[in-house]
C-alpha cells in the first residue's frame, strides 16, 4: 500500500510542483487572490513524471480559504490526448511565505508525510506575471507565465537569475503552447 501511494505521488509530483509555484510568497488572502488562475508552462528541468507530456501544460489555481488552494494541472500528449491532475497546496508549517507543500493523493490520505511534496516559489516579477518554481535539491525547475509566450530578453533575465542560484539552466526544455 505505502509503494503504490508513493508510486501515485511520484507519477503526480510534476502536478503538485507547478501548483505551489505561485502560492508560496502570498501572506494575506487579498494577495493570493492575483495568482489565481491560469498559468501556462514555459520550460522546465526534464522529469520523468512529465515523460508523457508533449505540449500546452498549465496550471489552474482557485482559492479555497487561506490555508488551502485547488490545483488543477493538465498537459497534453504528444497523441492529443489531455492528462489533468487534481490537487491541493497548503502553506509549509514552517511558516516561510515562499515555500508551500502540494499532495495529488487523496484527500483521506493528508496526514501522511510522503503524499506532501515541497514546492518553492523562487522567483516572481512584480507583477506577477513570470515565476520560476522548483525544490530546494534543484533536481526540480519550472518556468510559468501568465501568458503562453513569454520574450527571449524576459526568458534570458529569469534563466540568469536562475543559474546564480545553482540551477543547470542549460538543461531547460521549452515546453510548446498553441
Not at 507530456?53 to 479555497?64: S, V
Not at 500528449?77 to 507543500?101: D, S, V
Not at 522548483?134 to 534563466?159: M, N, V
Amino acid at each position: 500500500m505505502i509503494e503504490r501511494i508513493g508510486e501515485f505521488f511520484l507519477k503526480h509530483f510534476f502536478f503538485c510542483l507547478i501548483g505551489l509555484s505561485l502560492f508560496a510568497p502570498l501572506a494575506t488572502q487579498a494577495t493570493q487572490v492575483k495568482y489565481m488562475g491560469r498559468w501556462y508552462e514555459i520550460a522546465k528541468l526534464p522529469n520523468w513524471f512529465q515523460r508523457n507530456c508533449a505540449q500546452n501544460t498549465q496550471a489552474t489555481y482557485q482559492l479555497i480559504n487561506p490555508a488551502q488552494i485547488q490545483v488543477l494541472n493538465q498537459c497534453q500528449t504528444a497523441h492529443g490526448e489531455m492528462i489533468q491532475a487534481l490537487g491541493m497546496a497548503r502553506p509549509r508549517a514552517n511558516g516561510q511565505p515562499a515555500q508551500l507543500e502540494v499532495r495529488f493523493a487523496p484527500s483521506w490520505l493528508g496526514w501522511l508525510p510522503i503524499v506532501w511534496g515541497d514546492y518553492w516559489v523562487l522567483d516572481l516579477d512584480p507583477q506577477y506575471q513570470l515565476a520560476a518554481v522548483g525544490d530546494p535539491s534543484k533536481k526540480y525547475l519550472w518556468i510559468l507565465s501568465r501568458t503562453p509566450q513569454i520574450s527571449e530578453a524576459s526568458y534570458k533575465a529569469l534563466t540568469q537569475r536562475l543559474s546564480l542560484m545553482g540551477f543547470d539552466v542549460s538543461r531547460l526544455e521549452k515546453t510548446t503552447q498553441n
